[in-house]
């Protein structure tokens, strides 16, 4: 007898619901008989015996003459179908190696973990590809589940029917098992129980595709340890990694390779190298979403004249309707639809107000103040959006949605013009008050700016200091750009010239220099909108000084004289000082930035401003160096220094020991330089201000090099060389680079603790 009439045997049994002793006594034949014939250990039964087991599970003809056969050998294997119902494997399959090591790496995990099943819920968007990642690693591995491998689609997220109910899967499982109609029970728990007796100590992978929620697949799991289950959603399914232990993978967009490999397979190599512009273009507007580059490629492949370029343009211009299709299947609005569809009416308000938040993420608190609902309420919901697979939370808390989701939701849920208008309110005074705290707290002598007050149910984020104002700064830059740029589309001005008046510190200390132009351009433009000659004069001079900074002379000297021009016709001599002392800044001849510098001394003198006298004594000393006029250059530049310390201005504090350093190493007092310039890079890295920092260490390379401290001087020449290439400030760097190969010619000579000398 072979051991297949064992497993035979145990097999039905179980099927009919029975226990060896029941079986034994309506079979007449001893549960010692019965308990050796399924462990393999009664050999060569009696055939009388097995007729009455047979008669006793009420086998067909089929089964029973199969059982017999088994029990003399005479067959290799009874009447047992091994399910194959995998679907044919997706093509062509690209990228997700990633996700497929991580399925791996969960299978190994559960081999052999007593009382556990390896459950991984596949999570994503609608189009993101579950069922192709969950099909290709099925298919992949199918040899490893060689009692077979079973597939239900749930239709959780179906155009066309509700859910399935878990009752109908279960006996389609049971079907595929063999079991006779006749042979199941009525009641659907009792199937269930069936099913996982048959699937009990089977090594077997069940695929649930797209299930609804864990309730549907409660059903469908089996109660061993052998089999594998892998379960794609949309939803995250919480309840199942709770409850279940399963292993989390969220399905993300492919990668900008992994999307041209699509559409490489698709396509065909020729027709992507024809136009690889037009096909970087289409990857970039699809996003990664796998569904959309299928779409676009059915497209181009149904029209093989249809160059790539123009389905690029169709796309840029319209992307939700060259994504839509008749077919349901075929269309990505229609696919977004059906997670859409199951929200609440308050989570579709919430998904639609998402779509409008300026910038590509957003941060708990910015939603609180979109939302306007409070920070639990809104909390919540955005989990439900998280689950629903439709936003993302990142590691830092941030929430972002897909480009293609956000155009979606802007136009699936009609928020009302009031509704939107006071969302979008909401959210840009969240970030303008919370970037005015911020900004304060980097420059607290700075000229005051008022602002109104914050709209009802707008909660500003508090910033406790300068490194918690850095890190929101950093967090909410972009989103920050973006607000401005919506603030001035909204014809809300007086928000967008003010948004740049918070970020004009930051971008200064982070070295955002084209940042700060763009900024300035548009508060230029919205504050020649609003009422306020102060506005227009600030945004000009501010908007001149970032053309200096990137060294754009004849635009500076435009805007910079437009700002002076104003404040003479104010008569505004804070303002007429504010233009001289930036009018300083951008003469290349040393002399007429002086005047100007000492321009603006005489009339911040007359003003009690000691800040501002202290930036224009700063401003005088640096230029007088310039010139060579050293003496009068520390004279003036201690007296600033002097007013910085009475009045506890930190940053103005850097600027003057940079200065002095800068006196001191052209003087020929380069120790007395290195205690200025390290006395500057230890304050600018208190303020957290590292364009400054860049550039006083980049001075202080020289002193070392002129003291012959050469190990030190390529020590801060190469932070100063990495923090310019962050920065973008390659013509810098690129100097800095030199100046690093000419100490190359100098190794081996070591330092020197001789005499100053001069560069």
Known sequence: ???????????????????????????????????????????????????????????????????????????????????????????????????????????????????????????????????????????????????????????????????????????????????????????????????????????????????????????????????????????????????????????????????????????????????????????????????????????????????????????????????????????????????????????????????????????????????????????????????????????????????????????AHDLGDETRAAALRRVLDFYTHTAHAGARLLDSHREVIDLAPPAAACHPQPLSDIPAAMEWFDAEHQNLLAAQCTAAAHGLHRTAWQLAWTLNDFHYRRGHRHDQLAVWRIAVDSAGRVPDPDAQILSHRLLGRAHVVLGHHEEAISSLNQALALSEQQNDRALQAHAHYTLASIWPDGRRALEHARLALDLYRGLDEPIREGNALNAVGWYAARLGEYDTAREHCQAALALYQQHQDVNGQAQTEDSLGYIDHHSGRHHDAVRHYREAISLYRDLDNTYETTDTLERLGHTHAALGHHDRARTVWQEARDLFRQQGRDEEADQVERQLDGLAGLDGRGEQDGPDRAQ
């Not at 045997?9 to 549960?31: D, F, W």
């Not at 009388?48 to 294997?77: F, H, K, M, N």
């Not at 129980?193 to 469908?220: E, G, P």
């Open 1 to 411: 007898m072979d051991d297949l009439f064992a497993v035979a045997i145990r097999r039905y049994r179980l099927r009919a619901g029975l226990t060896q002793e029941a079986l034994a006594e309506r079979s007449g034949v001893s549960v010692s008989t019965i308990r050796g014939m399924e462990t393999g250990k009664r050999r060569n039964p009696q055939l009388a015996s097995v007729r009455q087991l047979a008669a006793a599970l009420d086998l067909g003809p089929t089964e029973r003459d199969g059982l017999l056969a088994a029990a003399t050998g005479a067959a290799e294997s009874p009447a047992v179908p091994v399910p194959r119902q995998l679907p044919a494997p997706p093509a062509p399959f690209v990228g997700r190696q990633d996700e497929l090591d991580r399925l791996d790496s969960a299978l190994g995990a559960g081999s052999g973990a007593a009382g556990t099943v390896v459950i991984s819920a596949i999570a994503g968007a609608g189009g993101v590809g579950k069922s192709w990642l969950a099909l290709h690693w099925a298919h992949r591995n199918a040899d490893r589940f060689p009692d077979g491998q079973l597939f239900v689609d749930l239709r959780g997220f179906s155009p066309d029917s509700d859910p399935m109910d878990p009752a109908v899967a279960v006996r389609g499982f049971l079907d595929a098992l063999g079991v006779e109609p006749g042979r199941i029970p009525v009641a659907p728990h009792a199937q269930a129980a069936l099913f996982r007796s048959l699937v009990a100590d089977k090594r077997m992978l069940l695929v649930l595709d797209n299930a609804a929620d864990t309730a549907q697949i409660a059903s469908l799991l089996p109660g061993g340890d052998t089999c594998t289950v892998a379960v794609t959603s949309r939803n995250r399914l919480s309840g199942l990694i709770t409850g279940h232990g399963a292993h989390h993978l969220s399905v993300d967009t492919l990668t900008d390779s992994e999307a041209r490999g699509l559409l490489v397979a698709r396509l065909g190599g020729p027709r992507i190298d024809a136009e690889p512009a037009a096909a970087d273009e289409l990857v970039r507007l699809c996003g990664g979403f796998p569904l959309a580059l299928s779409i676009i490629a059915s497209r181009a492949h149904t029209h093989p004249r249809l160059p790539l370029s123009e389905l690029a343009d169709e796309l840029r211009e319209g992307a939700l309707d060259v994504l839509d299709d008749a077919d349901p299947a075929a269309s990505l609005p229609a696919v977004l639809s059906l997670s859409q569809r199951a929200l609440t009416d308050e989570e579709a308000e919430v998904f639609g107000l998402l779509a409008i938040a300026p910038g590509p993420d957003i941060g708990p608190a910015a939603a609180d103040s979109l939302t306007g609902r409070g920070r639990s309420r809104t909390r919540a919901l955005l989990r439900r959006l998280e689950q629903a697979s439709l936003i993302d939370q990142d590691g830092a808390g941030r929430y972002r949605m897909h480009d293609l989701i956000r155009r979606y939701a802007g136009t």
